[in-house]
Antibody, heavy 123, light 107 residues
Framework: EVQLVESGGGVVRPGGSLRLSCAAS????????MSWVRQAPGKGLEWVSG????????GYADSVKGRFTISRDNAKNSLYLQMNSLRTEDTALYHC????????????????WGQGTQVTVSS | DIQMTQSPSSLSASVGDRVTITCRAS??????LNWYQKKPGKAPNLLIY???NLQSGVPSRFSGSGSGTDFTLTISSLQPEDFATYYC?????????FGQGTKVEIK
């Protein structure tokens, strides 16, 4: 059974940092691209960042570029999101998702998602 | 970046109604278009990938069509469990932008 379990969320002050993790199981992790998607309270889904199967290609939403860094450790079947210079507008539930491809243009969408980890940025 | 625009932003419908949601991309994305259903407190659920392919386990009342810049999600006969918010997303390039969502409410 495919499982994605996020952790690392919490309450942080503006300007602070957090590192989110996503533990993957039930599939061959290094066959797939991965992404982070968030949903702020009362708002829609926002794609935050993605990484291809071997970490050689990454992408970011304009809203987080230069502040967030995505990475993966295929030996540990884990995905990460380092979030620096956090802002109140980064408050959201953060999901990791498996893209059903290895990277690049992806025909198959994201069929597996974690339940999310809550990030709250507040003074 | 590719912008995705959904319409309508919300709609009211009755059980049994046929519902259509549209999604327009700001540039051509071939068929790299996915549709998700989102319910409060739950992770998004992939319904349609590649513009018109039904994800495994998704009821056949859901269908998708379109290519290039214009896409449609259709629910042929709305069921009580279908009241939710629906999002399109392009997977042609990064950032993999979502539409703003369409909330389907009970009339």
């Amino acid at each position: 059974e495919v499982q994605l379990v996020e952790s690392g969320g919490g309450v942080v002050r503006p300007g602070g940092s957090l590192r989110l993790s996503c533990a993957a199981s039930g599939f061959t992790f290094d066959n797939y691209a991965m992404s982070w998607v968030r949903q702020a309270p009362g708002k829609g889904l926002e794609w935050v960042s993605g990484i291809n199967w071997n970490g050689g290609s990454t992408g970011y939403a304009d809203s987080v570029k230069g502040r967030f860094t995505i990475s993966r450790d295929n030996a540990k079947n884990s995905l990460y999101l380092q979030m620096n210079s956090l802002r109140t507008e980064d408050t959201a539930l953060y999901h990791c998702a498996r893209e059903d491809c290895s990277g690049g243009s992806c025909y198959s969408g994201s069929g597996y998602w974690g339940q999310g980890t809550q990030v709250t940025v507040s003074s | 970046d590719i912008q995705m625009t959904q319409s309508p932003s919300s709609l009211s419908a009755s059980v049994g109604d046929r519902v259509t949601i549209t999604c327009r991309a700001s540039q051509t994305i071939s068929s790299y278009l996915n549709w998700y259903q989102k319910k409060p407190g739950k992770a998004p659920n992939l319904l349609i990938y590649g513009a018109s392919n039904l994800q495994s386990g998704v009821p056949s009342r859901f269908s998708g069509s379109g290519s290039g810049t214009d896409f449609t999600l259709t629910i042929s006969s709305l069921q009580p469990e279908d009241f939710a918010t629906y999002y399109c997303q392009q997977s042609y390039s990064t950032p993999r932008t979502f539409g703003q969502g369409t909330k389907v409410e009970i009339k």
